[in-house]
Nanobody, 118 residues
Framework: QVRVVESGGGSVQPGESLRLSCEASGRILSINSMTWYRRHSGNERELVASILADGGTNYSDSVKGRFTISRDGKTVSLQMNNLTPEDTAVYYC??????????????WGQGTQVTVSS
């Protein structure tokens, strides 16, 4: 059974940095795109950044230049610099992957809280 687990959330002050990680485990044949989403309190989920198997990346305009997504094997990371209160949200990792014996689909982590406040 595939598991996706995020880590690295926490509380910081404006201007500080955090690094989120998301690791998949289980019988995985391949991982295609790896994506970070976030959900602000009461709002819809927002795509933050994604990275393809070939390393191509995509960022939302609100984080471009401040956040960097990277991947290494079954792990995807999100380096978040110069954080602002508007970055406060629950961050979710979604991995588009193929599990042994199953069709390709998205697997989600449980989410990790990021709070930016002075």
């Amino acid at each position: 059974q595939v598991r996706v687990v995020e880590s690295g959330g926490g509380s910081v002050q404006p201007g500080e940095s955090l690094r989120l990680s998301c690791e998949a485990s289980g019988r995985i044949l391949s991982i295609n795109s790896m994506t970070w989403y976030r959900r602000h309190s009461g709002n819809e989920r927002e795509l933050v950044a994604s990275i393809l198997a070939d390393g191509g990346t995509n960022y939302s305009d609100s984080v471009k230049g401040r956040f960097t997504i990277s991947r290494d094997g079954k792990t995807v990371s999100l380096q978040m610099n110069n954080l602002t209160p508007e970055d406060t949200a629950v961050y979710y990792c979604s991995l588009d992957l193929v599990e042994v014996g199953r069709s390709r689909r998205a697997y989600w982590g449980q989410g990790t809280q990021v709070t930016v406040s002075s």
